[in-house]
């Protein structure tokens, strides 16, 4: 058990209401990662987050803020959600070697 | 620029067959590499990796190893069982890019009583 969490697990929203996802670990790990996983397109990485206020862009992360306020929470926020972002979001802790530990994941549904 | 390819699945077995996915990449240096599972309705979790050419990462019953000269890293196991079933992700990670994994597209394997 590597020690995170996320919520919620199951979301249902509207288009256009903003949505935030909380990623909670335990383990202290300095690198923090928040992907989405969709059919036909794999894992793909929304942002990043390598110490406290330290974070970063991945490949797709327009539409998408995160915050990192404390080492054990990274938020990510949908502004204004659309139905693009219908996904399986996963949160995951790593040591900075590329080992990663993952959550297991927030299915969010933009009606 | 760095990349991971996988083979398309899904891949169907027979329990107790012997299973391959074959893995290539390309990257320059000395990327680590790993392998990832993720069971039906979870995360993913690391099943294993290896940091250097000519290692062998293993671990419950899977095998791969790290082949420079043909930047490969396939992943086998000798006999497969139902529990097995899953989706197999191929990923590799440098140095100079900050560790960021890049993935592959994963590879589903479905074993058959």
């Known amino acids: 058990d590597a020690g995170i969490t996320q919520s919620p697990r199951h979301k249902v929203t509207e288009t256009g209401t903003p949505v935030t996802l909380r990623c909670h670990q335990t383990?202290?790990?300095?690198?923090m990662y928040w992907y989405r996983q969709d059919p036909g397109h794999g894992l793909r990485l929304i942002h990043y987050s390598y110490g406290v206020k330290d974070t970063d862009k991945g490949e797709v992360s327009d539409g998408y803020s995160v915050s990192r306020s404390k080492t054990e929470d990274f938020l990510l926020t949908l502004e204004s959600a659309t139905s693009s972002q219908t996904s399986v979001y996963f949160c995951?802790?790593?040591?900075?070697?590329?080992?990663?530990?993952f959550g297991e994941g927030s299915r969010l549904t933009v009606l | 620029g760095n990349s991971v390819t996988q083979m398309e699945g899904p891949v169907t077995l027979s329990e107790e067959a012997f299973l391959t996915i074959n893995c290539t990449y390309t990257?320059?240096?000395?990327?680590?590499l790993f392998w990832y599972v993720q069971y039906p309705g979870e995360g993913l979790q690391l099943l294993l990796k290896a940091t250097k050419a000519d290692d062998k990462g293993s671990n419950k019953g899977f095998e791969a190893t790290y082949r420079k000269e043909t930047t490969s890293f396939h992943l086998e196991k000798g006999s497969v069982q139902v529990s097995d079933s899953a989706v197999y992700f191929c990923a590799l990670s440098r140095r100079d890019s900050n560790y960021q994994l890049i993935w592959g597209a994963g590879t589903k394997l479905i074993i058959k009583p």
């Open positions: 995951a802790q790593g040591t900075g070697d590329g080992e990663l530990f």
């Open positions: 990257a320059t240096g000395y990327p680590s």
């Open positions: 383990e202290n790990h300095r690198y």
